[in-house]
């Protein structure tokens, strides 16, 4: 049950309402920056670099005025995953010699033999991964779903120019983030179903491959079966409602950068630069 | 009028798949079980094969992309290098795409045919391999015979839609795999030499490719199910 549980808060994140500095700012200017930053973090390669871009991110999430428990809500999902990470990375972690205290044991453990270097390593990669976690966590706790999809719809406008549908991507990433958290709740009746029927409870058993693909599938064939007939129902309401394409189509909201905009833009670009150089 | 009710159905596709993809990306149901060092097999992959099936290659392109950016992000995927994570997934959707389209309209002689031809080949990758390692190539020569022989015994059935789903999801989950290990080679990725890759091939690539058959020829099965007693109505 806790499994199922744990799937509502699985979903992107939720959105909190407000009106600091990161919610205002242009949806565009969001996207672009958290593109620009996950470049930066994915290529800084000192640990000093890595380290203060996480602390960026954290000022960041200052700087939104989140309620309490905000940044927790979204890391708490993911830290299961960082124990795997930190262990594995500890004992098979790829080591670079170069790294200081590569030749400083700090525990053998059998055939394990953990440096120094190696324990700077995964706590480097473990910052990295909170730091891109949290990154998409601003975006969508300071976001709503659609500002997103203006914005995106917006930065795809360009492909227009050169033939590709901007538009019509744009609108395919609009559903998605729009029936993203439906779905979840559908995949949590799926699984209580399941569970009250028995099919997917009791113990993991690895070895046993026909029976967990068949518990899979007990879950993921409703899920799409209801997936694709929401196709039909979207698909009919927009045919019903003359859906004719981007062409000449106008916006209940419309965007325009401000200076405040063009400045945290600048800072992001900034940062890259940066990072590059160093 | 047909023109934009096709146009609007893939845009709905992709959509709904490509949050489909997210859901199982970001959270533990998309990850089974499985006897490899690895512990899990991903089932992330299978949206961009069904787009691919459902409404053709532009749309399994699509999904694909999701999911290529969706493992990007994820954090269970420890490497974060875009011509390995992203690039190479493109094709899942696609190659799924063509050798349904390939196959749907084949008939049982072509079907069989087909399955020798890759039953050959199999054989042929898993002589090389033996040359190395003798007991996987022996163990790959015995899968490959089997998996042939219970197709051969499905198409005499007379299931032939089955199996062209089945080739397809094969394809397009082989696809993930071989070409996604292929690029973390080629790119040297820390800690995937040749050999590691070969055997992370083997032990996550197959059961991924057994996983996604079953599922994909379910939930298409049970798609076009819903369909016919629907315009019974």
């Known amino acids: 049950m806790a499994r199922a549980a744990s799937l509502r808060n699985a979903s992107l994140g939720r959105f909190w309402p407000g009106d600091s500095v990161v919610h205002t700012l242009d949806p565009r200017v969001k996207l672009c920056s958290l593109g620009l930053w996950t470049v930066a973090i994915v290529l800084a390669s000192r640990w000093w670099v890595t380290a203060a871009l996480f602390l960026l991110i954290a000022a960041a999430y200052r700087a939104a005025r989140l309620p309490r428990g905000a940044a927790g809500a979204v890391l708490r999902p993911v830290l299961p995953v960082l124990a795997v990470l930190a262990v594995s990375q500890l004992l098979f972690g790829y080591q670079d010699p170069a790294m200081p205290g590569a030749d400083i044991g700090v525990l053998e453990v059998g055939a394990a033999d953990v440096s120094l270097g190696r324990v700077i390593g995964a706590a480097i990669a473990i910052v990295r991964l909170l730091s891109l976690v949290m990154l998409v966590g601003l975006l969508t706790a300071t976001t709503s779903a659609s500002a997103l999809a203006s914005g995106m719809e917006r930065l795809l406008l360009p492909l227009n120019r050169i033939g590709l549908p901007g538009h019509e991507l744009a609108l395919t990433g609009a559903i998605a983030l729009r029936f993203l958290p439906i779905l979840g709740e559908e995949l949590e009746a799926v699984q209580r179903a399941q569970l009250a029927r028995d099919i997917t409870g009791g113990p993991e058993r690895p070895w046993q491959l026909a029976r967990n693909a068949r518990r899979t599938a007990a879950l993921v064939v409703p899920l799409f079966a209801d997936a694709l007939q929401r196709v039909d129902e979207i698909s009919t309401a927009l045919l019903a409602r003359c859906y004719q394409g981007g062409r000449g189509r106008t916006y209940m909201r419309e965007l325009r950068l401000n200076a405040k905009d063009l400045i945290s833009l600048a800072i992001s670009v900034g940062l890259l630069v940066i990072v590059v150089v160093l | ?233």
């Open chain 2, 1 to 233: 009028m047909e023109q934009q009710e096709r146009s609007i159905r893939r845009i709905v596709t992709a959509g709904m798949l490509l949050a489909v993809t997210l859901l199982l990306a970001l959270t533990p149901v998309g990850f089974i079980p499985v006897p490899t060092p690895a512990g899990s097999a991903t089932i992330a992959h299978i949206p961009a094969i069904i787009g691919g099936i459902l409404e053709g290659p532009l749309v399994g392109l699509i999904v694909s992309l999701g999911f290529g950016f969706a493992s990007f992000l994820s954090p269970l995927v420890p490497v974060k290098d875009p011509f390995v994570i992203i690039l190479p997934r493109l094709l899942i959707g696609v190659a799924a795409a063509w050798v349904y389209y390939g196959l749907r309209r084949a008939r049982r002689p072509a079907l069989t045919a087909v399955l020798l031809v890759l039953a050959v080949a199999v054989l042929a990758a898993a002589y090389v391999v033996s040359q190395s390692v003798l007991w996987l190539g022996i163990a790959i020569a015995v899968l490959a015979l089997s998996a042939a022989g219970f197709g051969v015994w499905w198409l005499g059935r007379g299931d032939t839609a089955a199996v062209g789903l089945a080739a397809a999801a094969i394809t397009g989950s082989l696809a993930n795999t071989v070409l996604v290990l292929g690029a973390a080679v080629v790119r040297q990725v820390a800690g995937i030499t040749p050999e590691v890759a070969l055997s992370i091939g083997f032990m996550q690539g197959i059961p991924e490719a057994v996983v996604s058959a079953i599922i994909v020829v379910a939930v298409v099965s049970a798609i076009r199910q819903v369909g016919r007693n629907r315009s019974k109505l």
